[in-house]
């Protein structure tokens, strides 16, 4: 059974219109990532979210937004999309922070074009 | 500077053979590595995972090695089949106040094709 689940797992949107993608989790987990992967890429660390304590990483767009609600949902705001903004996102979580050696579990992500 | 690389970009093998990827990483103060198989069009799932005072470590068919002295790790693949390609990514989190902070790095991933 999914443990992180996100929808959709595609996701058409406008150049300029907002949209948000969605990722649950049944493993009650501290932490929440969002991902940026683009083709053939590594994935990139937006934010993460340990509990209620947002982290913003330092080169990401003030484009992208995040919300954590609740210790199961976290969502993605794009607020305008650019060309450059069509990627996988990838939702994971973790039990404790990186350093503490535990693994993420990622969802299956979200695949996001912009026409 | 914190910078993880691996080898080859990418490989294609024949069903049934061994192979072997590697990473090298330098992060310092290493922390963990861990080993991702990212399927096409799927999350990455965790394969192993490694902090300092390990090895080696395996997960069925993969087995991951870690020298912490020369900050190398590999991942071998014994009787390889169609399913295990995938993208095989290296995960290494490490770093303090003098290098930047606690980072994740992810290399870029190794392709494999495994042919029947």
């Known amino acids: 059974d999914a443990m992180v689940i996100q929808n959709p797992r595609y996701q058409v949107t406008q150049f300029g219109k907002p949209v948000t993608l969605s990722c649950s989790q049944t493993?009650?987990?501290?932490?929440m990532y969002w991902y940026q992967q683009k083709s053939s890429q590594a994935p990139k660390l937006l934010f993460h979210?340990?509990?209620?304590?947002?982290?913003n990483e330092a080169d990401t767009p003030d484009n992208f937004q995040s919300r954590r609600p609740n210790t199961s949902f976290c969502f993605l705001d794009i607020r305008s999309p650019g060309l450059g903004d069509a990627a996988m996102y990838l939702c994971?979580?973790?039990?404790?922070?990186?350093?503490?050696?535990?693994?993420?579990?990622f969802g299956d992500g979200t695949r996001l074009s912009i026409l | 500077k914190n910078q993880v690389e691996q080898s080859p970009q990418s490989l294609i093998i024949l069903e049934g053979k061994n192979c072997t990827l590697q990473?090298?990483?330098?992060?310092?103060?290493?922390?963990?590595l861990r080993w991702y198989k990212q399927d096409t069009g799927r999350g990455p799932v965790s394969l192993t995972i490694?902090?300092?005072?390990?090895n080696t470590k395996s997960n069925g068919r993969y087995t991951a090695t870690l020298d912490a002295d020369t900050k190398q790790s590999s991942l071998h693949i014994t009787a390889s089949q169609l399913s295990d390609s995938a993208s095989y990514i290296c995960?290494?989190?490490?770093?303090?106040?003098?290098?930047?902070?606690?980072?994740?790095?992810f290399g870029a991933g190794t392709r494999l094709f495994v042919k029947a």
């Open positions: 994971a979580t973790s039990r404790d922070p990186p350093a503490g050696g535990q693994p993420q579990h």
């Open positions: 493993l009650n987990h501290n932490v």
């Open positions: 979210y340990y509990d209620k304590d947002f982290n």
């Open positions: 990473c090298n990483y330098t992060v310092s103060p290493f922390s963990n």
């Open positions: 490694m902090t300092f005072s390990e």
């Open positions: 995960v290494v989190s490490g770093g303090g106040v003098y290098t930047g902070g606690f980072k994740t790095i």
